[in-house]
């Protein structure tokens, strides 16, 4: 990739309501507020980790949404190019679970400004100018039709100039609500793209690839790459992160389909996670700050791995991590020593 990486993330920006000391929703007189959303969480791990990040949205004229872009820039990313139009920035709710329930989110995103983007509203031209990695999900293109036409004429034009385009599958059931079905939409959308992070279910969602059951999960995923690469035909990097969860403990490890070949990361045990949500948004991050350093497929996975890794600690969206904790993960990994 370019020496000057540029990466443009796109899509929609949220504030999250959390619960408090993991009561449940019905129980709550107080709530937790995070900025959120899957490519905000990207670009702010990519900001701080040192590159030039930049998120294009659509939000409201109001404080709500100065609020989340004051918490954006306040972590470097370049928030220059987010359009300002409709009257409200979508929302979601979490009750965090536990060993015994899973946790729960309530999305109230209907009519936000961004689901109602329109072809047209973003001058891409400006946008993409010194863009080299243009990256998307599949959350944006769930919202509305018109919010995945939107994702069409980026995608489109950002091909055109030869942009490397980047896509979280990220499918989302409660989304889809507009008349369209996500495999109707999708394969069209990704075909483009020279980098993906999936999983297994979406890429059976979308392309209705399946691979059995009784596979190891590894096998699952080097069977599901053989499939895809004929339906994406650009498709050069794919990355996927699993989690087991075994008793009390979580297992989290990664695959990565490079240039013809498998490489998988070191598999890493966690005693506890203090917040999932977002982990696959700073894997993915960690992936596309590989890619752009140069690493080797090796590190890559593993980099990609360790962040993922490392958001499970932090609470909220954010991987409010720097590089220096990812390279001392990677070399000791997981520790409870006080830094003094």
Partial sequence: MNETPCITCFGEILLRFNTQM???L??????NIHV???????????????LDSRMLSRLPDNDLA???IAELRKYG???GGIAKGGERIGTYYVENGNHIRPTQVIYDRSGSSFSQLKP???????QLADTTLFHWSGIAAA???SAAAVCSEAISLAHEKGITISADFNYRRKLWNYGQEAKEVMPELLAYCKVAVADLDSVAIYFGIQAEEHLSLTDRFEHCFSLLKDKMPLLQTFAMSFRVVEGLNHVYFAGLAHEGKFYYSTIH???????????GDAFTAGLLYGLSSGFSPEKIINWATACGVMKQSVHGDWALISKSEIESFIQSGISTKINR
């Fill in 22 to 24: 993991g009561l449940r």
């Fill in 26 to 31: 019905i129980q709550s007189a107080a709530l």
């Fill in 36 to 50: 959120a959303g899957a490519e905000a969480n990207v670009a702010v791990l990519l900001a701080r980790l040192g």
């Fill in 66 to 68: 100065e609020m989340a």
């Fill in 77 to 79: 990313v370049n928030t």
């Fill in 120 to 126: 047209g509203m973003i001058d891409w031209e400006k």
């Fill in 143 to 145: 919202l509305s039709a």
């Fill in 269 to 279: 045990t966690l005693p506890l996670v203090t917040d999932q949500i977002g982990t």
